[in-house]
């Protein structure tokens, strides 16, 4: 996710942008996914741990789901 957020922040046009920011949305949503079945597996002894790094990703998919909303927005204003 890491990666495709930078390759957003130097995206060549908004549309660009766009498009790769849902793609970290996307991997975000995949992460939370394993989070879950890592948890329910018990593979992560610690559930503070895993808790928290689940809450993390679900605050950080609430960041970029605003962003692409933002983003979405000014495209059509254009």
Known sequence: ???NYGEA????SSRDFLHKMKLCLKELRESIVNMKILKQAQLIKDKE????????NNQL???FVASI???TSKIKNR
């Not at 922040?9 to 060549?12: G, L």
């Open 61 to 63: 998919i609430s960041i």
């Open 9 to 12: 922040r130097s995206a060549e």
């Open 49 to 56: 741990i895993i808790n928290r790094l689940i809450d993390e």
């Open 69 to 71: 909303k933002t983003a």
């Open 1 to 3: 996710m890491a990666l």
